[in-house]
């Protein structure tokens, strides 16, 4: 350095000024994924700079949810409303020198979460037809579909996978079907859970009976299960079977959770009815119907001289296993109730038996048993057969102990237990007077000779109810050797 003054030129040492110049941050591009699902996390965007520089890091349409310098994890947020979002993330490199670089901006698209819709469905699984039912979605171009079945399997599917045909197995009881959307960038939904209806409609036509209390009605017993939540209409129609076969007649419809119907005012004494239930969800290839049931009449005669009474009744039909048997029920005069009085096997529709001296009024009902662990039964009308049973008498007896014709025995006096019998001698003497004869007079230490008899019986009339009273008179003659 040199100085000059008036009086004087100044000379000093001189010095070197050194300037550093540091480069401008570079331009780089931001590492990291830019096509993200909405509300992806978790990703991380590096931007490579000069060592120990600082950055400043901004975000649109997410939150940077960790900071390390060079480094950012991101949380995005939403798409547009079912479109794609145009997202940013930008960052600026400041040097350690303070030398700024510039902002430096990566567009990152935001995509939908995908959110397939059924196209197609063969929701109403038919138990008749459960192979190759379609089932298709719609989504995103170039989705890919990932399907879940559960109590069945794909039989088939299209080659981008949005349709499949499924055979479904009928005696499976939970039926589901799903599928997930993957979009080409990796965008999963969430699980589209098709709505399944199995229709395994059965009509079971458990019995039909006439009413004990009433043989006019017969009661229809049923039961319809496993049906789908679905509309369904059933019917309950009836024909004459028996003595000939009629066209069938509806009687109504009838509800999934009806189990009886009762059917009045008919000729059950002579005609046998058949019933059927049919029915299922209208214009559907999925109807089903019952087995066809009828009801059991039954008829019979009575032989008074052989004493012989003749049942016979027509076949119950209707039950899967047949009948197990018939039983033949009998209530006698005035009792209360009818009681089990013989059994017939199944093939058997006919009773014969010599019983008539044990009442003046048969009356009978069949029974029929299912053949089944739970049976169902099922009962007939009711026939009555009547007796006289008039009182005989003989007008001789030959006490000589030949077991022949030694007794005074009167014919069906068993039948009358409330009775007076009274024996007179021919001076109009009584010799016997009893009101339980036991049919063993013999006229003992008597003479032979003609005797006078008086009989007055009691009896309940089990048709009239009213209480019938008969007095005998006649003679008897007595031969002794």
Known sequence: ERTTTTSANCSGGSDTLFV?????????????????????????????????????????????????GNTVTVRWGSADKGNIFKGKLSVKETTIFGCDGNVIDSLV????????????????????????????????????????????????????????????????????????????????????NFPLYFDGTTVNLKAITVQPANERNINVSFSIRNTPNLPQTFTLSRRTFLPSQGAWQSLGSISRNDTLFSDNQLDTDNVSFQYKIEGGR?????????????????????????????????????????????????????????????????????????????GFRHCFKIRAIENSTTPSVSWSNEICIDF????????????????????????????????EFVIFNRFGGEVLKTNSYGQNWQASDLPAGTYFYQLQTERLDAVSGQVLVNAIKGWIQVLKE
């Open 20 to 68: 550093l110049i540091t480069p401008q941050p570079l331009v780089n591009k931001i590492n990291g994924k830019f096509e993200v699902c909405e509300f992806e996390t978790n990703l991380v965007y590096t931007y490579r700079g000069f060592e120990l520089s600082k950055y400043e890091w901004k975000i649109a349409g997410g939150e940077i949810i960790a900071n390390q």
């Open 109 to 192: 698209n935001i995509y939908p979460t995908p959110t397939p819709r059924i196209a197609l469905s063969d929701s109403v699984i038919c138990q008749f037809s459960t192979n190759n039912l379609r089932y298709s979605v719609s989504g995103f171009p170039r989705s890919r579909y990932e399907w879940t079945v559960a109590g069945g399997r794909i039989a088939s599917q299209s080659l981008d996978s949005a349709t499949i045909f499924v055979n479904w197995d009928a005696q499976t009881a939970v039926k589901q079907l799903n599928v997930i959307e993957k979009t080409p960038i990796g965008c999963v939904s969430k699980p589209l």
């Open 282 to 358: 209208p214009n559907s290839n999925c109807l089903v119907n019952s087995f066809e049931h009828n009801s059991i009449v039954i008829r019979g005669l009575g032989n008074e001289e052989q004493s012989l009474i003749q049942l016979n009744w027509n076949e119950y039909k209707g039950w899967a296993s047949g009948a197990r048997r018939y039983e033949v029920w009998r209530k006698l005069d005035n009792e209360a109730d009818f009681k089990l009085y013989a059994t017939n096997m199944a093939n058997t529709l006919n009773f014969n038996n010599n019983s008539a001296k044990e």
């Open 388 to 419: 006289k049973h008039d009182i005989t008498v003989p007008n001789v007896i030959t006490p000589n102990n030949d077991g022949k014709n030694d007794n005074f025995v009167i014919g069906n006096l068993s039948l009358y237990p409330k009775h």
